[in-house]
C-alpha cells in the first residue's frame, strides 16, 4: 500500500486547511486510517483516526471539536479538515494506515505516507 499525503502549508491562527491522504495498492491491507503530527523535537504524536466504518473515529484531545477525519471515496483518500488551527498544531503530518482496530501508537501502523508540512503562525 502506498499513501500519499498532501496539502500542508503557512497559515495564520485561527485559519483552517485541509489534509489529504490517497491510497494506492492492496486496500485490503488495510481497514484504519490515520494521521500523525511531529514537531521538532519531539515524538510522533497520534492526531486522528478512522475505521472500516465510517462512523469511527477517534481523536486526540488536543484536536477534538477543531479536526474531522473522513473518507473520500476518490483515490481511496482520507480528509483531514482542521478548524481553528493554533501555533501549537506546527508540525509534519503523516497518515498512516494499518490493518486490525484503531490504535494511537504509532508503531502500530505499518504503512506511511510521506509527511506535509502545517505551519501556524500567530
Known amino acids: 500500500v502506498q499513501l500519499q499525503a498532501s496539502g500542508g502549508g503557512l497559515v495564520q491562527a485561527g485559519a483552517s486547511l485541509r489534509l489529504s491522504c490517497g491510497a494506492t495498492g492492496r486496500m485490503h491491507s488495510i481497514n484504519v486510517r490515520a494521521w500523525f503530527r511531529q514537531a521538532p523535537g519531539e515524538e510522533r504524536e497520534f492526531v486522528a483516526a478512522l475505521g472500516w466504518s465510517a462512523t469511527e473515529t477517534t481523536y486526540s484531545d488536543s484536536v477534538k471539536g477543531r479536526f474531522t477525519i473522513s473518507r473520500e471515496t476518490a483515490n481511496n483518500a482520507v480528509v483531514l479538515q482542521m478548524n481553528n488551527l493554533k501555533v501549537e498544531d506546527t508540525a509534519t503530518y503523516y497518515c498512516?494506515?494499518?490493518?486490525?482496530?484503531?490504535?494511537?501508537?504509532?508503531?502500530?501502523?505499518?504503512?506511511w505516507g510521506q509527511g506535509t508540512q502545517v505551519t501556524v503562525s500567530s
Open positions: 498512516a494506515g494499518r490493518f486490525g482496530r484503531i490504535l494511537r501508537e504509532a508503531n502500530e501502523y505499518a504503512y
